[in-house]
């Protein structure tokens, strides 16, 4: 039978088609050979979408392998993907022709998805099919379609606005069916002890997630750093020999922004599986080495990312070295930091200035009274920093002050040695930030007045007083309000 004819006996026959109607698995079955033909796949498409919206549930359902609509599903999804790319043509720009014809493609194969997603909800319902029929073709289909609507619901160059948005509905409606209240709940399951459809898809991207396949398909690399973070503590465990190859490959192209997306993925690993599964078969020194050759980098986003991944995953490896009763001659977070600081003291980039700064004080509280072995550098970083200004929000010169107060309040028995420098380094910097003609916002300014005043007051401390002597002076020649109110609180803290 002729499909347009089919089709016209299906809308005339009302829920139960004639006996001259083929069965739904021969339909279907040609529809997915015409799909192997290049010259009629949108039409095969359009005749689908047809059909699935004039057919009965139990006409559809009834009586055919699940892996016959399976099959045709993930065929479709794999029309509707942006075309494949050489390996070495990964990075080139699309053409506009290309871009809109994969986008019109998703548009129709989201909206047959649309129409079988809707009759799978409906024949749930019928006491002939139920559950025991919608159940097994939708563990078939989930996988698919969940790829397609991720590939296609952000805005990227293979998308356009009726793309994205038929596949955000696809996603909705896929939820739906599969009885959940969100993606996260459709991925890992509502409870511990539930295994969602995580592995089902994850079971399609490696595929596509080898070093010679992960960059033919544009789409993969984004489908699979949106699906991760939905996965957390307590499922993430289960699927970590899954997550972990991927995500470190990705951060290990040469392409920074591929870098900067497998940094993200390792993070959230990181975060939420536990720390004996991440040090078994010696994972996190893996992790830890592919994260310490990224701080060679010269991008901020990406230095700043990797220092965060670090902050998490350095406290993870020193316990693994406590368990295993090793002798403490260097740490993890000792390695780290003496690169960072070597690479501090000869940075020139704000972007950059800003990024280590930031990340300092963490450093400094991971490693306590430990810090004392990296004194004589961070004394030139910090000494180089407060002297330059960074700009409006000074968020270099913010971050050193903090450092600093951390450095004071750990390893406070080596500070008197250091307090001539120190002091003139600080009093210098109250006189630039208050002479400043800038566009340094006021309260900017009063953060850093403050961070200076608190500096000096731990210095006074752990001095026994020799600050509140060696400012005597200065107090009664300063005629500058702002200075003399930092000093004078120095001076009455007790």
Partial sequence: MELSSLLQALRLAGPQPPPAVPPAEQVLLQLGQLLSDGARKAGAVRDLCALMEAADCRWLFGGQRPATLGGLVLALSRYAAPPEQEQEAADLPWKDGVCAAAAERAADVGAAFLHLLVKLEAAKAQESLGVSVVGPILCRVVGPIYIFSATHMVERPWTNGRSRSVAREVLESLVQAAGCGCVAEFLRGKSEDEEGRFAAVMGLLKQELTKDTWKRNPATKHVFSWTLPHVTRPWLSRYLEQVLPPALLISDDYREDNKLLGVRCLHHIILNVPAADLCQFNRAQVVYHALYNHLYSREAPLIQAVLLCLMDLLPVLERAQRQQKRLRPTTHCDEVLQLVLTHME???????????????????????????????????????????????????????????????????????????????????????????????????????????????ILLDRCSEGQVKVLLEGVYSSCEENHVRECIRKVRENT
């Fill in 346 to 456: 000869a940075e020139h980039l704000l972007a950059l200035r800003r990024v280590y700064a930031r990340a300092l004080p963490a450093f400094v509280q991971s490693l306590g009274i430990l810090i004392a072995g990296h004194l004589k550098r961070l004394e030139r970083v910090i000494l180089g920093y407060l002297e330059v200004s960074d700009g409006p929000e000074e968020e270099a010169r913010l971050g050193i002050l903090e450092t600093l107060q951390c450095t004071i309040e750990h390893a406070w028995p080596r500070m008197p040695c250091r307090l001539p420098v120190l002091l003139k380094a600080l009093l210098k910097m109250l006189w630039d930030v208050h002479t400043d003609q800038s566009s340094t916002p006021e309260p900017v300014k009063a953060a850093l007045l403050q961070g200076a005043t608190e500096c000096l």
